[in-house]
């Protein structure tokens, strides 16, 4: 309500209503009057026609009657017609005021008075003596005399109506141009910002009253403009802050990285980002109105289907929907984007749902580099050819889809004379020699069948449903082609033979390590038989492919050991109570890495170490090199106040190993490492076998301040009864029971037991194989002190040795 804003802009207002009104009445006066004056002169035509025809009709009954007396009267002379119509003419002329009168008839036309051209005649046709006549009037013309009727009527009308008109205007003036125009002016003057003025209620007719109405409307104007102008300006200080937020938000919007398009409830889009923008080729005001999947055109990056927007079943479910795999947003441009997407619902203040909002991020150069990375993680780079991982992978599914009458094989296949490529022409013939073989090999198998290349000169297939007789076919045919191959660079030319070891796959034999096992050792068999032929494996290989593989790994022991390639890992072990919270406890892990720099796990060399007495060497370096990680100060730090333990795992053969105590002992010396931190983790079995060893072996070292853990306890036939004879500090209860322990009454009952007779001896127990919250959850209900398993912690990396160069 700001009147005073617009004053300048208003002029005062004519007050001409009352004009207007007189001048309404007026001009409806003048048309009244002409209507009347046109009536009256269309009833005085009628009324002077009538008339004549009435003169008409005496003139003819008077020529008529004194024609017709002289008829009668002994006729002496012929009847003198234009004598009898000048007698009529002259008897009846001065009271009909006709002109003349004229007699048409057989013998010619008589008239009597003179005819003018403006006057008109009245014919009647008489019947005399046996004779039609015609007589005509003639009398004075019509238009004459309504013209000079006309005069008369509209001065009469304009007379009147003008007086009329002028006593109209001053009773309208007195009664409703004065009062309008002071009321016109107090709205003038209020319009102009005096918030004062009032209008006169003194009058008791209707403008009184619209005064009161008017004024009372003015009170509240102004008690609103009051309140209006306190409103204002708390809205002034909310729009203000409003917009600070408004604009803090767009800018937040335009920084963001990804792509943010909302939608109203029915998704169509209301704002585009400029990330948005540019990668859907619409710009924001384009774009509003439209149904966002009009500007956001998914499509499966694989198959490039089209894919529904997450938009609407967001919109659908009120819910977060996320697309992170396979899609990819089809541009203005005809590309390819790939993205990740999130849809979320959008509510207001009230929890009101008014849209959502789809967030796009460009994924499209990382899902590139992930599927480069998963290609070369699956594929050899030289040949092109699934590597070792892929087959195996492709083995257990395989294996896992197995039926009952399924048959299926697989060939190892290992190139003959390869290396004498190799060392005659270079590697670079020998890669080349791989390709042309690669091809070579692809001939040979069905397209359902799976090639890989498994090592440097070995390859491996599988052929799917193929019973074993078929499956020596494929075999021979794969031998014979290679065979026939002929291999030429430069001037020289080479033949290739190739071993195959062949296992047969059926339901009875599903282990894949165990298959590639067998298949290893049948080609091994291959090549001692005579190379270049094909072996079929039986179970009577499997004690010979035991041997062999740990008679393999010892050399692979020896070399690792005189080349400093154990690495260690360390695994945490966590206190499941307050007491022990501030300390740290690892358990250290022996692994290999091999000359391809590959990290091979204890179970694959531990056997064949044990069988062919290599632990003590192996116990020893591990020792060594755990000793010189703690004195480096680096490793196993623990916070102020704390306690650390680490231990370490030895073997049978090194507690019957009447010199381990003096290395451990010389060594921590040497290295000014205090054994209270150490503690040695010995197997069950391995103690019980060699209770007298173990237990002196034990009791030397606790006197140095070592302490000592009972692995795996549980596991032996009679456990509670030799732990009184052995003084550990720890038992580490038999992962067997405590993996399971949740569901199976037997196992968790075990684990209950060994847990009270190690608190009943005074002695802390560890629950192993802890996989689970569960599992964790259930070890400390039971108020086991530890755990250990890959759920508290994974093994790590910590300590690896690098070989000097000689």
Not at 266 to 271: D, K, M, N, P
């Amino acid at each position: 309500m700001k009147f005073s804003q617009h004053s300048s802009d208003q002029k005062l207002i004519p007050s001409d209503l009352p004009l207007k009104i007189t001048g309404i009445v007026f001009w409806g006066m003048v048309l009244v009057g002409l209507l009347i004056a046109f009536l009256m002169l269309a009833s005085k035509e009628r009324e002077i026609t009538a008339q004549n025809l009435q003169y008409t009709g005496l003139v003819g009954r008077t020529f008529v009657t004194d024609v017709n007396e002289a008829l009668k009267e002994p006729p002496t002379l012929p009847v003198n017609y234009q004598e009898n119509l000048q007698q009529v003419f002259t008897a009846l002329c001065p009271s009909i005021h006709c002109t003349s009168i004229t007699l048409t008839q057989p013998e010619g036309m008589l008239r009597a008075g003179s005819t003018h051209l403006t006057e008109g005649g009245v014919s009647q046709t008489l019947q005399i003596a046996d004779s039609s006549r015609t007589l005509t009037v003639y009398f004075p013309s019509v238009k004459n005399i309504e013209n000079s009727y006309r005069k008369q009527i509209l001065i009469s009308v304009g007379l009147v109506t003008m007086l009329f008109g002028l006593v109209l205007q001053r009773i309208l003036h007195k009664l409703l141009s004065q009062p309008f125009k002071s009321m016109v002016s107090r709205a003038q003057q209020f319009a102009e910002g005096d918030i004062a003025v009032r209008f006169d209620e003194s009058r008791s007719d209707e403008f009184g009253f619209l005064a009161k109405f008017i004024n009372q409307a003015l009170d509240s104007i102004v008690f609103q403009q009051t309140e209006l102008r306190t409103a204002l300006a708390r809205t002034l200080v909310s729009e203000d802050a409003l917009a600070h937020e408004k604009e803090r938000a767009e800018v937040t919007l335009q920084s963001i990285a990804d792509a943010v398009i909302t939608t109203n409830v029915v998704g169509e889009v209301q704002y585009l980002n400029p990330v948005a923008e540019r990668l859907t080729g619409w710009s924001n005001a384009d774009a509003q109105g439209l149904p966002v999947e009009s500007v956001i055109k998914l499509v499966d990056e694989v198959t490039q289907l089209k894919i529904p927007n997450p938009i609407h079943e967001c919109l659908k479910i009120d819910g977060v929907i996320t697309m992170d795999n396979h899609a990819a947003l089809l541009q203005c441009n005809g590309q390819f984007l790939s993205i990740d997407i999130t849809a979320a619902p959008m509510h207001n203040h009230q929890g009101e749902f008014i849209g959502a909002v789809m967030v796009c991020q460009d994924v499209n150069n990382a899902r590139k580099l992930a599927l480069q990375l998963t290609y070369q993680a699956s594929h050899d780079p030289l040949t092109g050819l699934y590597n070792r991982l892929k087959f195996e992978e492709d083995l257990l599914h395989m294996l896992a889809t197995t039926e009952k009458a399924d048959q299926h094989a697989l060939l190892y296949i290992d190139l003959d004379q390869f290396k004498i490529v190799n060392d005659t022409c270079g590697h670079m013939a020998g890669d080349e020699l791989l390709r042309q073989l690669t091809r070579e090999l692809k001939r040979n198998i069905r397209q359902s069948d799976t090639l890989a290349r498994l090592g440097g000169d070995e390859f491996g297939v599988l052929l799917r449903n193929c019973g074993l007789a078929r499956a020596q076919e494929v075999a021979d045919k794969i031998r014979h082609s290679v065979k026939e191959f002929r291999f030429a660079w430069h001037d020289k030319t080479f033949e290739i033979g190739a071993s195959i070891g062949l296992v047969s796959i059926t339901q009875d034999n599903l282990n894949a390590a165990s298959i590639m096992s067998a298949a290893d050792l049948a080609c091994y068999t291959a090549k001692d038989g005579g190379r270049n032929r094909v072996h079929v494996f039986q179970p009577a290989d499997i004690e010979l492919m035991q041997r062999q593989g740990e008679m393999s790994w010892t050399t692979t022991i020896t070399e690792a050991l005189e080349q400093n390639r154990f690495v260690l890992y360390a695994q945490p072990i966590v206190s499941l109570s307050n007491i022990d919270a501030g300390n740290l406890h690892w358990e250290v892990l022996v692994r290999i890495k091999d000359a391809a720099g590959q990290i091979i796990p204890p179970n694959a060399f531990i056997p064949a170490a044990e069988r062919y007495n290599k632990m003590s060497s192996i116990d020893r370096w591990v020792v060594l090199n755990v000793f010189k990680a703690i004195a480096t100060g680096k490793h196993f730090i623990v916070p102020k106040g704390g306690e650390r333990v680490v231990a370490i795992n030895l073997s049978g053969e090194s507690l019957g190993d009447d010199e381990m105590l003096a290395y451990i002992c010389s060594n921590a010396a040497d290295l000014g490492i205090s054994l209270h931190e150490i503690c040695f983790e010995i197997t069950e079995t391995v103690a019980i076998s060699n209770l007298s060893k173990a237990t002196h072996f034990i009791h030397e070292l606790k006197a140095r301040g070592c302490r000592f853990s009972l692995d795996d306890f549980g596991s032996g036939l009679s456990s509670f009864g030799y732990l009184k004879n052995l003084a550990v500090d720890y038992i580490k209860i038999d992962g067997s029971f405590v993996k399971d322990m949740e569901v199976d009454a037997i196992d968790c009952a075990m684990v209950t037991a060994i847990n009270q007779i190690g608190h009943v001896m005074q002695i802390k127990t560890i629950g192993e194989w802890v996989e689970d919250e569960a599992t964790f959850n259930a070890l400390k209900k039971l108020g086991v002190n530890y755990a250990q398993g890959y759920h508290t912690g994974r093994p790590a990396l910590f300590w690896e040795v690098i070989p000097t160069q000689d």
